[in-house]
Each structure stands twice: as C-alpha cells, then as structure tokens.
C-alpha cells in the first residue's frame, strides 16, 4: 500500500514537471488568411502571399528575374502571368514583364517571369493582380 501511494506521487509530480515544461513553449498559431513575406532587397529569400485558397511564391532570382509558384486545391489558375503582373521599382515605375515560360491553369503552375532592367538596388515590389478575386498580391524586396 505504501509503494503503491510513493509510485501514484512520484507520476504525478513527473505529470506536473513535464507540463509545466510544455507551457513554457512557445504557443503555434495559425497563419492569417493574408500572409506577406518581406525581406531586405536582394534577398533571395521567397515571398509568400496566401489570399482567398490561392497561394503565391516567388523568389528573386536576381537579373530581373522571378521564380513564380502558385498552388490552389480547388478551382483553375488559369492566369496568363505575364500580363496579370508588374515591377514597381523605389521610384514608382511600373515595369511590364517581357516573358513568363511558366504554365497556365490546373491547381498548380510554375515558371519564370523576366523583366527588362530595372534599378533593384533600393527596394522594389511585385505586383501581381487578380488572382482569386484579390485585386492585388504586392511582395516587397
């Protein structure tokens, strides 16, 4: 009898030491609807925009040049990139890309989007416009 009431005291100060462990973490939260990635300019780094179940990434690939994904799991992407997008450099430029040999349409595409030269030293963003009734995903470098 005694062992056993040692051994139920001894599980539940272990019980109340590992929670007290687990509540010093750090608590997970979920993303927001609208997800926006910024970074210093030149970073490689992707940015992200997640809006109304269509998500977009694009990473600089440097040369005015874009890495370009996006991803949904209902509906068609069925957007011709080269003409739903544009640069808008530090002073406020709109900059028209030249191609994109990505994909259309299906739930998931990818491909390049380029630019002609533009100054990318001072920031700038790309625009992307009218995906999924959002009128504009702007990410920043």
């Not at 609208?34 to 694009?58: D, L, M, Q, W």
């Not at 799991?73 to 028209?96: C, F, P």
């Not at 595409?109 to 990318?120: A, N, R, S, W």
Request: charged share 25%; proline share 4%.
């Amino acid at each position: 009898m005694r062992i056993s009431g040692i051994i139920i005291a001894l599980l539940i100060l272990i019980a109340v030491a590992v929670g007290g462990c687990l509540s010093g973490s750090e608590p997970k939260t979920e993303k927001p609807a609208a997800i926006e990635k910024t970074a210093a300019a030149g970073s490689s780094e992707p940015r992200e925009n997640a809006e109304a179940g269509v998500t977009i990434t694009a990473v600089y690939l440097g040369n005015n040049a874009f890495d370009i994904k996006l991803d949904t799991h209902s509906g068609s992407l069925d957007y011709e990139m080269a003409k739903i997008s544009y640069v808008r450099d530090s002073k406020g430029n709109i900059i028209k890309p030249d191609s994109w040999d990505g994909g259309i349409g299906g739930h998931h595409f990818e491909g390049t989007l380029k630019f002609p030269k533009f100054d990318d030293s001072k920031g700038f963003e790309l625009v992307i416009q009218d995906v999924a009734e959002v009128k504009e995903r702007v990410l920043k470098w």
